[in-house]
């Protein structure tokens, strides 16, 4: 089973930017839906940002205007990334990347939907 693996959290200052990307494991033969959640200490994990098997992004309403989420081409059609700007001291959180590895082409924005996890990579914003 392929596993997902994010890289690029760190310190930011508020204001600032930070970019995550999440790479597979392996090739994989077509692209996945796939997305970032993320979860603050004590809270629900929550959703971020969505692209689709065929390119449709979404996101959600704390992030919308700020971040962006897109994905390579190619070999690399399900490495996706997040770009974050204008972040705020509440975008701190350990951000996790997902996928739906079976055929799909929808949106899902609940993390039950979602058939495959990275181990998450901290996101720290200082006020």
């Known amino acids: 089973q392929v596993q997902l693996l994010e890289s690029g959290g760190g310190l930011a200052q508020a204001g600032g930017s930070l970019r995550l990307s999440c790479a597979p494991s392996r090739p994989t033969l077509r692209p996945f839906t796939m997305a970032w959640f993320r979860q603050a200490p004590g809270k629900d994990r929550e959703f971020v940002a969505v692209i689709s098997s065929v390119g449709v992004a979404g996101y959600g309403d704390s992030v919308k205007g700020r971040f962006s989420i897109s994905r390579g081409t190619g070999d690399a059609k399900n490495q996706i990334y997040l770009q974050m700007n204008s972040l705020k001291h509440e975008d701190t959180a350990v951000y996790f990347c997902?996928?739906?590895?079976?055929?799909?082409?929808?949106?899902?924005?609940?993390?039950?939907?979602?058939?495959?996890w990275g181990q998450g990579t901290q996101v720290t914003v200082s006020s």
């Open positions: 997902a996928a739906v590895t079976h055929f799909s082409t929808a949106t899902p924005r609940y993390s039950n939907e979602y058939d495959t």
